[in-house]
């Protein structure tokens, strides 16, 4: 390749995705589908699922209010430097407080790199029912505590750039929503 044939950074916009929602609301889900879809296109993305990063990069965090906030601003910080580098980051995280998602927003603004914020907004009662884990049976039983939605605060978004009624749409349409709306803002 010689000097004149450089790839132009600018040419490859990348993006943070945050998909927050209570347990079984469809983040990962949806996060996984609109991934598939474009890496088909040739899309650089990455998916930074929550269970995995708490396994590798917040081994050891818990569930507190604390532990929950230093989980999001690390993957905060990972995926920023992903999207900075021209990778589609999605994140199907909770991050259950508003404080600690406009952290990650502000993170983002002062670098520069663009971040939308999807709310899947599926109602507690739709989740429970799903309860792709156990989590909320486990909770009912007594066997848990401090379980996002249930007994541990969820801090809805106000003005998501999203809101997905997953409980009224199949997955293909969920993600085609998201779909749309990278594509409206130059991002898909
Ligand atoms: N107490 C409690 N509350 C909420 N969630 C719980 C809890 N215990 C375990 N889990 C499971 O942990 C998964 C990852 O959580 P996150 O890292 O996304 O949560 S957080 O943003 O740090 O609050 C999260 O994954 P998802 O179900 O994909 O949302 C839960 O299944
Ligand atoms: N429109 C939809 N979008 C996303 N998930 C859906 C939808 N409709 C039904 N589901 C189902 O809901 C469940 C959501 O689980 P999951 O994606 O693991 O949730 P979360 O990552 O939010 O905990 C899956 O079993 C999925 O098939």
Known sequence: MTAGQQ???SDVTGATVWLTGLPSAGKTTIARELAGLLRARGRRVEVLDGDEIREFLSAGLGFSREDRHTNVQR???VAELLARN??????????PFTDSREAVR???QTHGTPYLEVHVATPVEVCSVRDVKGLYAKQAAGEISGLTGVDDPYEEPESPDLRIESQDQTVPESAAALHALLTERGLA
């Open 7 to 9: 790839i132009q950074e």
């Open 75 to 77: 993957i905060g910080f």
């Open 86 to 95: 021209g990778v589609l980051a999605l994140v199907p995280v909770i991050a």
């Open 106 to 108: 502000k993170r983002h």
